[in-house]
Structures are given as C-alpha cells and as structure tokens.
C-alpha cells in the first residue's frame, strides 16, 4: 500500500509588508525559498501541513499566503497559532484548496487539526468543546489511524521560556489521545525547533519555521543560526510514521541585520 504522504510547513509569520522580518529574516522570501526548495516533495505530497502562525499580528499577511498556495491541486490543511487572527484567517483562507481546522480522511489515516489560541496569549489551551470535538473525531476515524496536529506544544521542549508559553491543559490533551489506541502521531509547530520522541505509541514531532529558528535546550529566549525548514511525512497504512527534516542549508537571508523588530517570539 502506498503511503499517505505529507509535507508540513509552519510558523510562516508573513507581514503585509514582503520585506516585514522576524528577527532580522525577512519571512516571505524565506517561506518563498522553501516552498521551491519543497517543490518536488510537494509534488510527490497528498496534502501540506500547515500548524499556525501563518502571520506575525498583521492580517494582511493572508493574502501573501494565499497567493503563494492557492494554485496547489491538493488539500492545504491549516490550523491557527498564536499570531494568528483566527477570524480573519478563516475568511483569508476559505474556499479549495484551502481548509482551516476540522479533519480530513486521506488513504489510512485521519489528520485532524485542533485550535489551542487563547486570543492575547503566546501560550495555548485546548477548550472542552475542543476537547469533546477531538474525542467525537478519534472515536468516529474507527480503523483509521490519527495524526492530530497543533500548534502548541504538549510536552516541555527543556527550554524554560518556551516552556511557559506551551499547552497548558496538556493533561487533559493526553487524557483523551490516551482513550484512543488508533492515535500514531502528534505533530505540532510554534517551538521553531525539530524534536522527535516517543510516548508510548504515540510519534511527538515538533518542526522547524521556514523563518527564523530558536535555539533549542536554552533556559532564556535566543536565535538559532539553522535555516529555514520543513518537514516531509510518510504515513504508513500499518500506522508507522517516516519522517525527516528538510533544512535550507543554502539559503541566504536577504536581510541579516539582527533583531529589527522586537515582536514577541514564538
Ligand atoms: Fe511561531
């Protein structure tokens, strides 16, 4: 069996502006760079993986985002981050190939993406209808396998400031994931780092932005030197997930100068 083939992008962080930075990277050439260097695994993908902060506080970054993506003949499966205006995202990004939360049924598995922004916050929680909405769709995939995608993260990453801005109800998360043995992955963005452990059966797997990285294991915020990157998935019908980072190794920024603007990170 052929198996269900994903390429996830996120943190994106887009401003109205094209030359608008992150930290001293300018975020649409940077999601630009890697959407061409993604090309062919975009290609080979059945859908791409989008986990939030599409746009750093500026709404009329949607639009960028947009035109980037609304030619691709395959679905764009979104979800919301902290940065993200979860209304004007919705209305941005309505219509094919677009789709903002929910779930989608693809070959084995069940992708189900999950809104944790709590309006005005860098950290995230999931709300009882979230909650209750997760177990209805975990239990209605039957013999499907579950990806479930988020933006925060549910487990420490082992950097104490990016570790107070992570899932806060991450208990009653794993609560229900546990209930549901057709659970294989958890996927989420937000951390700007790559992690990959396991808890049980259960694949964790954070991804890098295709801007600016942190620096992971740190006690106090700081920008990592790695490039923009990605994530390919290869989701087998036995339920086994491949997986590997893809990083811009030979990318340039165009605009190096540090810390231009002083926006809040993550
Ligand atoms: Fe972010």
Redesign the pocket.
């Given at each position: 069996m052929k198996p269900l083939r994903l390429v996830q992008i996120?943190?994106t962080?887009l401003f109205g502006e094209e030359s608008g930075d992150l930290r001293g990277l300018a975020t649409l050439p940077a999601l630009r760079a890697v959407l061409d260097s993604a090309a062919a695994d975009i290609a080979a993908a059945d859908a791409l993986l989008v986990t939030?902060?599409v746009v750093q506080d500026d709404p009329r970054g949607y639009a960028h985002f947009h035109a980037a993506l609304r030619g691709l003949r395959k679905p764009v499966l979104c979800l919301p981050?902290?940065?993200d205006d979860v209304p004007q995202m919705r209305a941005a990004l309505r219509g094919g190939p677009f789709q903002v939360g929910g779930w989608l049924d693809i070959a084995d598995w069940r992708v189900v993406m999950l809104d944790s922004v709590v309006a005005g916050r860098a950290g995230g929680r999931l709300p009882a209808h979230e909650l209750e909405e997760l177990e209805r769709t975990l239990t209605g995939a039957g013999r499907r396998h579950a990806l479930v995608c988020l933006h925060h993260h549910p487990v420490p990453m082992s950097s104490r400031w990016l570790d107070e801005v992570g899932l806060e109800n991450a208990e009653e998360f794993f609560e229900v994931i546990d209930r549901h043995r057709n659970v294989r992955g958890i996927v989420w963005?937000?951390v700007?780092q790559a992690f990959d452990q396991l808890r049980g059966r259960v694949r964790l797997l954070s991804t890098p932005?295709t801007c600016t990285q942190f620096r992971p294991g740190v006690e106090q915020f700081a920008v990592d030197t790695r490039p923009p990157g990605y994530r390919i998935l290869e989701l087998r019908a036995d339920g086994a997930i491949d997986t590997e980072i893809v990083w811009l190794e030979r990318f340039v920024a165009r605009s190096p100068q540090p810390a231009a603007r002083s926006s809040s990170?993550?």
């Open positions: 996120t943190d962080h939030g902060d981050g902290n940065h963005g937000h700007h932005s990170a993550a």
